[in-house]
């Protein structure tokens, strides 16, 4: 009796079972005790700071993609326009190449159309001083000696010969300084050209930071060309060369 007064039974205990469910409005977190609450909150914040975080980390990192895409953008159109510039230079270096190797052709086709003239003017000769030394066999021969007539007409003919010679050997000097100067000046632009071939070589294996700068170079120096008056070809050079080269006659 007294083990059930101090121990007493409820009359109506509560079936946890048969709790009425929470209301439609209620939160998730309504039916936690409030410290677990408070818990599931702050985890949930966390989560979220760390969503935030890795959002904020992804943004940063499309945003430096961006920049350096836009720098590799900038670099690609400085090299492409560097491109450009060394195949036209090289156009224009391969165009004077070509003229002078023409011109030193030319010069050489001249040469030798000049030598073989002068060959058939030196056999000429040859030919005209048998038969002056034949007329004068024959003139100091009073049997077979011909008239002055005839005489005269040979010594005209030997110095109409002997002057072709002689303008034949002016001729031929001055071509062969011509050729000279010429071969000279094709060294010259030769040399030029390829020095000008180096520096574009250089100048397109350099740096990319180097790109803007090097770049306005030719572009300015296109400038000067307009303005400035064209260079001189190798031909005119040697004309202006041949004005102050003596020449002297060879024998």
């Given at each position: 009796m007294?083990?059930?007064?101090?121990?007493?039974?409820?009359?109506?205990?509560?079936?946890?079972?048969?709790?009425?469910?929470?209301?439609?409005?209620?939160?998730?977190?309504?039916h936690?005790?409030?410290?677990?609450?408070?818990?599931?909150?702050?985890?949930?914040?966390?989560?979220?700071?760390?969503?935030?975080?890795?959002?904020?980390?992804?943004?940063?990192?499309?945003?430096?993609?961006?920049?350096?895409?836009?720098?590799?953008?900038?670099?690609?159109?400085?090299?492409?326009?560097?491109?450009?510039?060394?195949?036209?230079?090289?156009?224009?270096?391969?165009?004077?190449?070509?003229?002078?190797v023409?011109?030193?052709?030319?010069?050489?086709?001249?040469?030798?159309?000049?030598?073989?003239?002068?060959?058939?003017?030196?056999?000429?000769?040859?030919?005209?001083?048998?038969?002056?030394?034949?007329?004068?066999?024959?003139?100091?021969?009073?049997?077979?000696?011909?008239?002055?007539?005839?005489?005269?007409?040979?010594?005209?003919?030997?110095?109409?010969?002997?002057?072709?010679?002689?303008?034949?050997?002016?001729?031929?000097?001055?071509m062969?300084?011509?050729?000279?100067?010429?071969?000279?000046?094709?060294?010259?632009?030769?040399?030029?050209?390829?020095?000008r071939?180096?520096?574009?070589?250089?100048?397109?294996?350099?740096?990319?930071?180097?790109?803007?700068?090097?770049?306005?170079?030719?572009?300015?120096?296109?400038?000067?060309?307009?303005?400035?008056?064209?260079?001189?070809?190798?031909?005119?050079?040697?004309?202006?060369?041949?004005?102050t080269?003596?020449?002297?006659?060879?024998?």
């Amino acid at each position: 009796m007294a083990a059930q007064q101090l121990n007493p039974t409820p009359s109506n205990p509560i079936d946890k079972s048969k709790e009425a469910p929470p209301p439609h409005n209620s939160t998730w977190t309504d039916h936690l005790p409030a410290n677990q609450q408070l818990i599931e909150v702050d985890q949930m914040l966390c989560n979220i700071s760390t969503m935030l975080g890795a959002a904020r980390s992804t943004i940063s990192g499309f945003s430096d993609y961006a920049k350096t895409h836009k720098a590799y953008e900038h670099a690609y159109h400085q090299e492409r326009k560097m491109r450009f510039e060394c195949a036209r230079a090289y156009e224009d270096l391969h165009g004077q190449y070509n003229g002078a190797v023409n011109e030193l052709n030319s010069m050489y086709k001249n040469n030798r159309s000049l030598h073989k003239q002068l060959e058939t003017a030196q056999q000429t000769m040859q030919t005209l001083q048998a038969a002056v030394q034949e007329q004068s066999v024959k003139a100091n021969n009073p049997v077979i000696g011909e008239s002055d007539l005839d005489r005269l007409e040979w010594a005209l003919e030997k110095e109409r010969l002997e002057a072709r010679i002689a303008d034949l050997e002016k001729e031929k000097s001055a071509m062969v300084q011509d050729h000279h100067i010429a071969l000279a000046n094709a060294a010259d632009h030769i040399r030029e050209v390829t020095q000008r071939a180096d520096e574009l070589q250089k100048l397109h294996e350099g740096s990319p930071d180097q790109v803007q700068p090097l770049a306005v170079e030719p572009n300015m120096n296109n400038g000067r060309d307009n303005a400035a008056p064209s260079k001189p070809t190798g031909r005119a050079t040697r004309s202006r060369k041949r004005k102050t080269a003596p020449r002297t006659a060879s024998k």
